[in-house]
């Protein structure tokens, strides 16, 4: 039964569903309580689950990581939220040391099943530290998965599967897009969604291939539809999971259209945009007709909010890297 | 014997200044003032109070992109901003603005950074205060390594006023959770550096009572590191002033560090972004307005020390001015130029960064004409 | 008053057994022993030695990567390992191999992680004993989580002695600086849960003596979180049984959680790796040689106690078997294949990884008859 | 006036000369003082220099690197010892929100000249978190400088110019090869050195390009060396700088050579190969004859030490993407 949500209330749905399916499901982090976290992701679950399901935590990021691994070791499921991407860091260590290497530790014996949600990305007139796009540090860890959605179905069904999964996920929501619309199969069954892992076309074309993810699959979605203007037909990639990533389907893509550009906010160098142009020009470089371009946030601080609509990217820079791929 | 036995005392709160305007004597803190300086304690308190309500206004406006109200923590920021000397450094939250205002920070700077067109943009050596660190607690460990410099400086203990220096450093009854913070207290305590930690208990970090950070007062993690630490009315200004001046005194000659806790009360929302309704009782606040910081200062030079009605309208116009002034200001700061993000990345440019900056202005350039 | 003036007392250091073996009472830890028990730890104590002392000679062997011995410690290790029950859950370092020994955790898997055959490799449920942990002061916010679930089970304050459980974890004096540790205290505080912090300090963290870390006795840090804290004799294993006993007893009862400073002393080096020479007198040891937590117990036994010599002669004999069967055993461990480094990084290997473990296996085979 | 030199003691020999040339200079970290350091490179300069000026820091990282944030604002210049690279993740958040950002910031009022010292790699036979190679998640970091030295003339230069910059830089120093012996010319002038964020050509040859770093040098350099018995002359870049990245020598030898391999012990995935990969295909893509091919860790966790020759790249596998390359 499919209903309009907001990605917002999508993300509420699910983690509502995952608390009722399974008691072991824990909720985690600054602010879930009462207020219903600053985004308001958690709404009404402690009134509904109770103070012990869903847990105000003192305000330490490491404690709220570290203790979900204890958690985790008891048999517990924990959903852990960050309030802020720039806040991820003081738990960067239990992340990367702890969270990510156990299961691989013990061999197999002792499982991970986190899910640790970061709002990320910029674009809503913040101060520093809320604006920020770290996932390729996370990509880049050996033993994390992780993901972002770019619309309520996936927001919903996405985050249920991620809470579900046996190994840890970093899942990240892109926050400029929780108040966006979208049809959510509320009563859908986990088990027919779509892999987690896998990417999806989201706009067949013919001449050129965009990969994008989380808050810029709109964006490259308008820029596909700008693009229809100068005659040009391109293909949307919605990449959903960064790691693992779903490079096949990726490379299929270029190799029918030969053209490829990949669209982050994050910065670019090291950002996603160098794995999937790696890979792709080893795994399709006979048919890359012109090389991979990136558009991306610059090597620098996510700037000032008076002036991140010109760092960030956008229509204008995206067909600007379309017409450079072909002028090649 | 069982462990979980004792029960810990009730702590004092240190009071000068009682709420309904009563000066009381504290005998471990004397503080010996004239009304005069409790009239220019009052200008500060006021002035500030005006310049965050006008800073709220104008976020409203849609002028700022967030404001962070220091609502009702009037005092316990105004009492230990002038307790500090000029050689003294401070090392704020992102909510100090009455502490900006005693180091003589311009509010318009300020403003410039919840606006949007900086990430802070002053310089912390040019009036001894820190840029605003949002990242919870990640300063009290600038704050100790900057007392650290401080001591190989040899400006500790030498007994002369002008070069003996403190360090002083904010932060909240939240980020007392943090990992950096409970760090500082071990370097500052091992290495007995001359910094003063100075908690504001206000009660909540946005939505969070402070149990759920501590079952016991804050003031109290101190002695388990081994120095002193002590609780103070934070809405009284003359208890901030006083306290903050000995343990800044303590410090500045070698007798090491100390956690002051000011307890007080966010009278408003966290941010313009917050809706406190959701999670407290609008009765706190009542209660609390009773405690009010700047109420208390007036009922006494009024009632106490005879001050007349000239001198509160003077303040009354100068805050005016000041409202004006600022919000003119603040309309009138330019947004950065999009080419500026590159600038200031490094001390000198990369060439990779001058080459995407340069690819960039070509693309700027190339809708120039083109009606963009 | 000065904020600086006030002398913390002298700690008590809870002792039952004296360097000289002989049993004394302390009014607030009785403990109800009999002469088997002690003998029973006498041979925890024996055994943990030699376990220790052979995967030393191992590493000097060539046969370990590193050994971090806990030569010194056993007391303090067998003391706290003892006191818990099956059901709770200990989170120790990298150096609580004594702990482990009462966990009946195989020597020889340990010996497993110090060889590099694996990076840990054992099940933390099947003994209630977590992986050990490497990184400073991570495990005790695990133990806190685990804590927190023992707790929602309803595992805590029930009376009923198989069920109401405890969490015991292990840091030593140089790890009490990191946040991590520090954050761990403030999460068992504010939700009171059934933790017991076990701390043993060594007196050094590598080369540097813990006076780097705290200017007073580490137990003191937890009454500033709100919770007791208490020093005990590390090398006396009867003040370490039944202190343990008692925390942990509070713990599971719903008290809450408490801190032990164990008071100990690291005979040997860091690590196999480490040359304490450089940063140590060895008059130091000397003292601390007088202060053997296994000598104390076999001069009870012998003295006190009456206990005849074949008693010692049958643990030495169990402890010459043990160190055959490990020395075999650790020789025995075989190199993990290169194409398992694939596995259980994920509980279902990624298509991705699948790949780069198909890739490698051709690769891998490609030498195979090419004589590489 | 050249000396034959351990890389280990030529990097003390840069750190005593800095502590002589700069009183501002101040060495903090664990065991940095009496034992000098768990690798002896700080050996002797606490006797030397004092113990205000050589620091034995309490145990926590992100209270080094905090501190020296704080003490870099008060004028001072601080080198940052973490003991091993898998220590590093506790000061994350310090090194990723502060010292990376302050200066940008203050709009370059407040200058961070910060060294963050950080042994790094594996093949030494230790167990966890000691072999890590965590470099990209620094070089994704913008506002950070990311270096690593090869030889012991690189360590010694290197390090004084790092800790005379008045940007962050971390340092990363290849610890397996820290008994590796060179000349080092220790009365040479800072200012005559090769400039810090230069790659240099190690050894040129004409048909393919080998891309290393820090300890992968000398085995790329023995793989060439092993490649010349099939007769295959291979260039070896010495990358030494991994942020700001020296692309034009990399580009340089592939229009030369128009094959590529970069070779790194950290994982494959978001590695520094990755993104030299996508700089390479995007400005020398006439010139690519194949893809760019990367050798590096797997995607997993650094494994144990018995597997871990499988695990890292030698000079077999190095050859056989050089192989790869030839077979397009
Ligand atoms: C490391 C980190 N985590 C989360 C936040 C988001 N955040 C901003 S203010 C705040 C509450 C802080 O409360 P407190 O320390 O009591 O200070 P107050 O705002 O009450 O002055 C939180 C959680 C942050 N700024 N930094
Ligand atoms: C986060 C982190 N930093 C540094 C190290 C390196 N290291 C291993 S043991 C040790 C000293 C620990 O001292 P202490 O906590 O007193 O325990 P002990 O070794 O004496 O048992 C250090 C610095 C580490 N393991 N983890
Ligand atoms: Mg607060
Ligand atoms: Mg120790």
């Not at chain 1, 847990?55 to 070791?73: F, K, M, R, T």
């Not at chain 1, 990639?237 to 779903?246: C, F, G, T, V, Y």
């Not at chain 1, 890297?321 to 002028?327: E, G, H, K, L, Y």
């Amino acid at each position: 039964m499919a209903s309009t949500l907001t990605m917002a209330a999508a993300l509420n749905a699910a983690l509502r569903e995952r608390l009722e399916a399974d008691d072991k499901v824990l909720i985690m982090g600054m602010d879930v309580g009462k207020l219903g976290g600053v985004f308001r992701i958690t709404d009404g679950l402690q009134k509904d689950f109770g103070e012990d399901r869903v847990i105000d935590a003192p305000l330490g990021e490491s404690g709220i990581i570290g203790s979900a691994v204890g958690l985790a070791i008891r048999g517990y499921r924990p959903v852990c939220e960050i309030q802020f991407d720039g806040f991820v860091y003081p738990a960067f260590d239990q992340i990367v040391s702890q969270v990510a290497k156990i299961h691989n530790r013990s061999l197999g014996q002792v499982r991970m099943p986190i899910t640790i949600r970061i709002p990320y990305g910029g674009g809503i007139g913040a101060v520093e530290h809320h604006s920020e796009s770290p996932e390729a540090y996370f990509a880049h860890t050996a033993g994390l998965k992780v993901v972002t959605c770019s619309n309520p179905a996936d927001a919903f069904s996405m985050l249920r599967q991620s809470i579900a999964s046996d190994d840890p996920v970093v899942f990240f929501e892109p926050k400029r897009r929780y108040w966006g619309k979208g049809e959510v199969d509320v009563t859908g069954l986990l088990a027919d969604a779509p892999q987690l892992h896998r990417a999806r076309v989201v706009r067949s074309g013919a001449d050129a291939t965009l990969v994008a993810y989380g808050p810029m699959v709109a964006t490259a979605l308008q820029a596909a539809k700008a693009a229809t203007e100068d005659g040009r037909d391109l293909e949307v990639i919605d990449l959903r999971s960064l790691s693992p990533i779903d490079t096949g389907t990726v490379v299929s893509s270029v190799q029918k259209t030969g053209r490829l550009v990949v669209v982050h906010e994050a910065s670019v160098t090291l950002g996603m945009g160098a794995e999937i142009a790696a890979r792709v020009q080893e795994r399709a470089f006979y048919s890359l007709e012109a090389p991979v371009l990136r558009v991306g946030g610059f090597d620098t601080p996510y700037p000032a909010s008076r002036v991140e609509e010109e760092w960030l990217p956008d229509v204008d820079r995206i067909l600007d890297a379309v017409d450079r791929t072909f002028s090649f | 014997m069982t462990l979980h036995g004792h029960v810990p005392p009730e702590p004092d709160l240190v009071q000068l200044l009682t709420p309904e305007g009563v000066r009381v004597d504290h005998p471990d803190f004397p503080l010996e003032i004239t009304d005069d300086e409790i009239k220019s304690l009052y200008r500060d308190l006021a002035l500030v109070r005006r310049f965050d309500g006008e800073a709220t206004a104008l976020q409203r406006q849609g002028e700022l992109g967030l404001w962070a109200s220091c609502l009702g923590q009037e005092a316990a920021q105004v009492g230990a901003g002038r307790a500090l000397r000029s050689q003294d450094m401070a090392f704020p939250t992102y909510r100090e603005h009455g502490v900006a205002w005693c180091r003589d920070v311009d509010p318009v700077t300020l403003l410039g950074m919840f606006r949007g067109v900086s990430l802070g943009g002053w310089n912390p050596n040019e009036n001894n205060f820190n840029l605003y660190t949002i990242v919870l607690g990640a300063q009290t460990l600038h704050a100790v390594g900057y007392a650290m410099g401080v001591a190989r400086d040899g400006a500790v203990g030498t007994g002369e006023p002008e070069r003996d220096t403190a360090v002083l450093t904010f932060f909240g009854d939240g980020a007392s959770s943090q990992g950096d913070v409970n760090e500082a207290f071990i370097w500052a305590a091992a290495a007995n550096l001359p910094v003063v930690f100075y908690c504001q208990n206000n009660q909540w970090a946005i939505s969070e009572p402070v149990e759920r950070q501590s079952r016991v007062p804050l003031f109290q993690r101190a002695s388990g590191f081994g120095f002193p630490g002590i609780r103070i009315d934070g809405n009284d200004v003359l208890a901030c002033l006083a306290v903050s001046r000995v343990a800044l005194d303590e410090a500045r000659s070698g007798q090491g560090p100390t956690l002051i806790e000011a307890f007080t009360y966010r009278m408003g929302a966290h941010t313009t972004s917050d809706d406190p309704t959701r999670y407290r009782l609008s009765e706190e606040l009542e209660t609390w307005k009773h405690r009010d910081p700047i109420e208390r200062v007036r009922a006494y030079l009024i009632r106490e020390a005879g001050v007349a009605q000239e001198f509160f309208d003077g303040i009354e116009a100068e805050s005016e001015e000041l409202a004006i002034r600022i919000r003119q200001a603040c309309r009138a700061l330019e947004d950065p130029s999009p080419l500026s993000v590159f600038d200031q990345v490094y001390v000198e440019i990369t060439d990779e960064l001058a080459e995407q900056r340069s690819d960039y202005a070509d693309y700027l350039a190339s809708f120039e004409g083109a009606g963009r």
